[in-house]
């Protein structure tokens, strides 16, 4: 279900919000997208950190 709602999130934010030129455009929207989503998109359920901070807290915690 996790995958799931982060495509259905980058059609909504991403790809049905635009009329991109070329495919170049929709690839740098894409990567923009995923860039935000992994390293800046707050989720309440890891503690209000974003999936990166999360994994090197995380990681931090085990080593």
Same mark, same amino acid.
């Given at each position: 279900?996790?995958?799931?709602?982060?495509?259905?999130?980058?059609?909504?934010?991403?790809?049905? &919000? %635009?009329?991109?030129?070329?495919?170049?455009?929709?690839?740098?929207?894409?990567? !923009? /997208?995923?860039?935000?989503? &992994? %390293?800046?998109?707050?989720k309440q359920k890891l503690g209000g950190m974003s999936q990166v !901070? /999360?994994?090197?807290?995380?990681?931090?915690?085990?080593?």
């Open positions: 279900a996790c995958i799931e709602s982060f495509f259905n999130q980058l059609k909504v934010g991403t790809v049905h &919000n %635009n009329n991109f030129k070329d495919y170049n455009s929709l690839n740098q929207a894409v990567k !923009e /997208y995923i860039s935000y989503y &992994n %390293n800046y998109r707050i !901070e /999360y994994r090197i807290n995380s990681s931090q915690k085990i080593a």
